[in-house]
C-alpha cells in the first residue's frame, strides 16, 4: 500500500529557533497533503492543506507566518514552524489522499520539543 | 475546526468483553473512517464506512452509520489487551478531501 514517511521522527530545539519538517509520499504523487497536530492527549487538529504549485490553505486560529508550508514537489511538502517557542511542542502528523479519494495515508508523526 | 465528539473520552474494560465507543459529526460526508492510536506513536486505520452504508464489519470490528442523527459507533468485540490504545473517528467532509478528527476514547483493556 501507499507510505508516507516524515523527517525528523524526533526533534528537540530551543526556544526562538526555527524547525522544519519534512513529508514525503514514497510510492506516489499526493497534489494535496495534511498537516495536524496533536498535543498530548488531545486529537489531531487539521492546521493546514498543502497545496502543489499553490499557497497552503490555513485553518481558523492558525498563524499562516508561523507555520509556513511549502508544497515542492509532487511527493514533498514541509512543514516549518519559526521562531518555537515551548507551547509548540507537540505531535505533528501529515497525511495524504491516496488514487482513491476516500482514502488517506498519514505520516508516522514527528515529536516537537521546545526547550 | 474539530467537529467530531466522542464518547465516552475513557472506557475501561475487561478481557473478552465488548467495546462500544460513539462519535458524532456536525456536517454532510461522504465517509467515516475510525483509526487507532497507540500511546506516542502514528494513526492506524481500522475502518471506512461509506455515507450510505448503514453497518461494516471487518474481523472483530462492527461499525454503524446513522447519517439523519450524524453519529457512528464502533464496536469491538472479544477485546484483547493489545486493543488498548486510542481510538479516533474522522469525518470526510463531503466537497473535500480533509479528515475532521474526534475528540478520541481512550480505550484500556484490563487482563
Known amino acids: 500500500g501507499a507510505v508516507v514517511s516524515q523527517h525528523p521522527s524526533r526533534v528537540i530545539c530551543k526556544s526562538g529557533t526555527s524547525v522544519k519538517i519534512e513529508c514525503r509520499s514514497l510510492?506516489?504523487?499526493?497534489?494535496?497533503m495534511f498537516w495536524y497536530r496533536q498535543f498530548p492527549k488531545q486529537s489531531l487538529m487539521l492546521m493546514a492543506t498543502?497545496?502543489?504549485?499553490?499557497?497552503?490553505?490555513?485553518e481558523q486560529g492558525v498563524e499562516k507566518d508561523k507555520f509556513l508550508i511549502n508544497h515542492a514537489s509532487l511527493t514533498l511538502s514541509t512543514l516549518t514552524v519559526t521562531s518555537a517557542h515551548p507551547e509548540d511542542s507537540s505531535f505533528y502528523i501529515c497525511?495524504?489522499?491516496?488514487?482513491?479519494?476516500?482514502?488517506?495515508?498519514f505520516g508516522p508523526g514527528t515529536r516537537l520539543t521546545v526547550l | 475546526s474539530q467537529q467530531g465528539e466522542e464518547d465516552p473520552q475513557a472506557l475501561s474494560i475487561q478481557e473478552g468483553e465488548n467495546a462500544t465507543m460513539n462519535c458524532s459529526y456536525k456536517?454532510?460526508?461522504?465517509?467515516l473512517q475510525w483509526y487507532r492510536q497507540n500511546s506516542g506513536r502514528g494513526l492506524v486505520h481500522l475502518i471506512l464506512?461509506?455515507?450510505?452504508?448503514r453497518e461494516k464489519h471487518s474481523g472483530r470490528l462492527r461499525v454503524t452509520l446513522d447519517t439523519s442523527k450524524k453519529s457512528s459507533s464502533l464496536l469491538i468485540t472479544a477485546s484483547r489487551a493489545a486493543d488498548t490504545a486510542s481510538y479516533f473517528c474522522?469525518?470526510?467532509?463531503?466537497?473535500?478531501?480533509?479528515?475532521?478528527f474526534g475528540q478520541g476514547t481512550r480505550l484500556t483493556i484490563n487482563p
Open positions: 497525511s495524504a489522499p491516496g488514487l482513491r479519494t476516500d482514502t488517506q495515508y
Open positions: 510510492d506516489f504523487q499526493a497534489t494535496t
Open positions: 498543502s497545496n502543489e504549485g499553490s499557497k497552503a490553505t490555513y
Open positions: 456536517t454532510s460526508i461522504n465517509n
Open positions: 464506512i461509506r455515507s450510505n452504508e
Open positions: 474522522a469525518s470526510a467532509i463531503q466537497g473535500a478531501q480533509k479528515l475532521v
